[in-house]
């Protein structure tokens, strides 16, 4: 819904200053432009995942590099004899990282990887190009966006396995849903962030220095590195204005084994969602489909 909301939005903005191509009639028909527009974001999704499958640093940054932080953290600061305490009790520190690691790599495909290819596609001349075919805005972003949440989907499930064979950690059975949801819920909103970010980065040079200098402070002040209590308090409070922190708490209560009940964090939620809804109307009053280097 919120992806069909972006497309509509842009849409109108886009008839209101009369510039772009001009929509054809079957492609706005209210019955057959549904289909269409569900056809066209899957067939966009699949390019978009065989893109990115088929790019070598994509797949590097966004499946490798956080299972390479898992077994980094978890072997130097893991154990049998280190724990941590959690609500409700102590768990070893390597199982810990698990849920951290799993945000890391929620951001890494939703936020980060978007960010680079979008500016990267902007700049090039991509989307413009895109943007003059008959093919619907609103499945253009809806497709993009479906692969940063089933990529997501998917480094969860790979560090989840990694984390249940090489650690004994597995998710209570109660609060597997929550742990689904949350991811959903992260990806969408990070995704939202992404295109937020992406519209005020005017080289495709700079798209990359740029988001990991503004995510590797978050992620060590939100426990994601680090474990929380051995941050200094005025740490732990600016990690809590932003949704790194919110998103990790989140994933920790739904994968802590002492959790009671469903396991859905809702005030962590909605913190991740309100960013999500901000990065959203960031997104729609700047993000343009035409380079802006020139």
Known sequence: ?????????LRARRAQHSSGPVVSPSTTSSDRGSVGLVRMTAHQF??????????????????????????????????SDRTVSIP????????????????????AASFVNLVISVTAQREAGVLKRRRATPVPAGALIA???????????GIAALLLSIGWIAYGASVPERTAPALVVTIVVGAVSFCCLGYALASVIHDQDSAQPITQAV????????????????????????????????????????????????????????VVGAWGVFGLIVALRRFSWVPLAH
């Open 88 to 107: 409700g009790g102590r768990i070893e520190t390597s199982v810990y990282y698990v849920p951290g690691i799993i945000a890391l790599g929620i951001i």
């Open 215 to 270: 995510m590797l402070p978050l992620y060590f002040i939100s426990g994601v590195f680090v474990v929380i209590t051995a941050l200094p308090h005025w740490l732990v409070d600016v990690a809590d204005v932003f949704p790194v922190r919110h998103l990790a708490d989140a994933l920790l209560v739904a994968y802590n084994p002492h959790t009671t009940g469903s396991g859905f964090a809702g005030t962590d939620l909605l």
């Open 46 to 79: 699949r390019y978009d995942l065989r893109a990115f499958l088929r790019n070598r640093q994509s797949r590097f940054f966004t499946l490798a590099l956080p299972v390479l932080f898992l077994v980094i953290f978890a072997s130097v600061f893991g154990g």
């Open 143 to 153: 497709g993009r966006a479906l692969t940063a949440v089933v990529t997501a989907l």
């Open 1 to 9: 819904m919120i992806i069909l909301w972006l497309y509509r939005k």
